[in-house]
């Protein structure tokens, strides 16, 4: 492809360029797994680097001096999902990230020159989520830790999710102002809370039908609870990403109209509330029982493109990873959660989402020395209540079973055990053991994963460029073809 790239451009200096960048480019248009998200990061960044900014824009694509500036557009980033997306760790197991030479770097970039918690610089969110048994609202601010789950929306809940790092990376690597749109909110599916307006109406299925006669329900008055509630978080969702971008400058207060905004890039993060579903999904655990979950989620993916008017918009979808690896997981629970991970990843796989919708998978963030605690305080807490239905029975004394769990908590636990578990982890095993250290992975890997689609659209873009107007006068190379290097960013 290089080669008869050289051969049909009349300038000796893009010679010279396609020449120089030719291994690069075979690599990454023809080998993909180049820009893997676990790529290293270096390469990742030097790749990036030569690409965006040091080969392609400024010297095949140079401004006119009138309209060189130092501003750039803003960047618009949303991010929804359930309660992994709010994000369930605590603000005091950050520390706990500097334990591990891996990711001691990463707690540098989440603290300033103070040990201060990092104010993202021109990195600003918007966060729509609601608490327990409170309405929705709407928390905004310049980046920092604090936009995590959140008892009342607009006050620091003091705990993150992906979005703290998401914005870090995000940033270090366009160096532009950005703009993050963040909906989520705990304990909803895809199946009915999400779903997207072109799935239709939910139907129950026969599993669910018989269900509701065996508990007494009337079919008809279930049916329309399940119709009110089918959809209402997919339009919250896309109703207040419209919503902040008609006025951006309450939410940004330093954006800058004549710059304007692009859309670049969307990340989905849910799905515990459709993998523990079996009415849902009665055969799941088996091939193709999650298929359904497959299908909406590509049904979402074209909605939410077409209601922001954004038809190539980067979409990121972060595969529920719980419990880490499957061979981790309790062995009756392997199949349904290997099974859901496949239908979760799936729409990336399909042809129309090619090179533009890529999946991250979580489990490998899972934190494996937590975990190992996590198993020991599974044990003890299954020998507790197994000592405390023996209480009831009148078989032991309350006496008899404080001695008896201490002596287990001692045979199962260590002081340090106990330390590293309040160093680390601050929730239960589906909100990723409330660990900032995993959070902070997922967030950085959904970054990479953004920065990889656009990388891709770029290449993609630039390569039909050559092959269709590689002769050209370099006079025509205007603002359409501007445009056209940053697909699925219409407004």
Not at 155 to 178: A, N
Not at 370 to 376: S, T, W
């Amino acid at each position: 492809m290089v080669s008869l790239l050289v051969c049909k451009c009349e300038h000796r200096q893009l010679d010279l360029i396609c020449l120089s960048i030719e291994g690069t480019i075979i690599s990454m248009v023809e080998n993909s797994k180049l820009l893997s998200v676990s790529m290293n990061k270096k390469l990742k960044t030097s790749v990036l680097s030569l690409l965006m900014s040091t080969v392609f824009l400024p010297v095949l694509f140079p401004m006119p001096a009138f309209a060189q500036s130092n501003s750039k557009p803003l960047k618009v980033f949303i991010l929804a999902g359930q309660s992994n997306m709010q994000g369930q760790a605590d603000i005091s197991t950050i520390d706990y990230i500097g334990d591990d030479p891996k990711t001691a770097p990463m707690l540098l970039e989440m603290r300033d020159n103070n040990g201060r918690y990092r104010l993202v610089k021109d990195t600003w969110i918007s966060y729509l989520t609601h608490g327990r048994g409170t309405p929705n609202g709407e928390g905004i601010g310049q980046l920092t830790v604090g936009f995590g789950a959140r008892k009342d929306p607009a006050k620091d809940g003091g705990k993150i999710g992906p979005e703290f790092t998401f914005g870090i990376y995000m940033q270090k690597s366009l160096k532009q102002p950005i703009l993050i749109i963040k909906t989520a909110w705990g304990g909803k599916s895809l199946h009915t809370d999400f779903r997207p307006p072109s799935a239709g109406p939910y139907e129950f299925n026969e599993s669910e039908i018989v269900s509701i006669k065996k508990r007494g329900l009337n079919l008809e008055e279930e049916r329309a609870k399940k119709k009110a509630a089918t959809g209402v978080y997919y339009r919250l969702m896309v109703e207040h990403v419209k919503y902040v971008l008609s006025d951006i400058k309450r939410v940004y207060p330093d954006y800058d109209e004549n710059q304007g905004y692009k859309i670049g890039g969307f990340v989905w993060f849910q799905g515990w509330n459709d993998v523990v579903n079996s009415g849902v999904y009665p055969r799941r655990g088996q091939p193709g029982g999650y298929d359904k979950y497959s299908e909406w989620l590509a049904m979402l993916i074209r909605d939410v493109r077409r209601d922001l008017r954004a038809p190539n918009m980067p979409f990121v979808i972060g595969v529920l990873g719980t419990n880490g690896p499957i061979e981790n997981i309790e062995k009756r629970y392997r199949a349904i959660h290997g099974t859901f991970r496949q239908a979760m990843a799936a729409p990336a796989d399909l042809p129309e989402f090619k090179g533009n919708v890529i999946a991250v998978h979580t489990a490998p963030y899972w934190d494996m020395v937590l975990d190992g605690i996590a198993k020991k305080r599974g044990l003890l807490n299954q020998r507790k209540r197994s000592l405390e239905n023996r209480i009831k029975q009148g078989e032991v004394t309350g006496d008899e079973v404080a001695n008896e769990l201490a002596e287990i908590e001692a045979e199962l636990t260590s002081p340090e055990d106990s330390a590293l578990w309040k160093r680390g982890a601050s929730n239960a095993a589906y909100h990723y053991l409330g660990c900032a250290k995993t959070m902070a992975l997922i967030g950085k890997g959904f970054a990479e994963a953004v920065l990889e689609l656009q990388v891709r659209q770029l290449l993609h873009s630039l390569l039909r460029y050559f092959d269709s107007v590689a002769f050209a006068p370099k006079t025509e190379l205007d603002g359409e073809l501007l445009d056209r290097l940053h697909p699925g960013n219409a407004q």
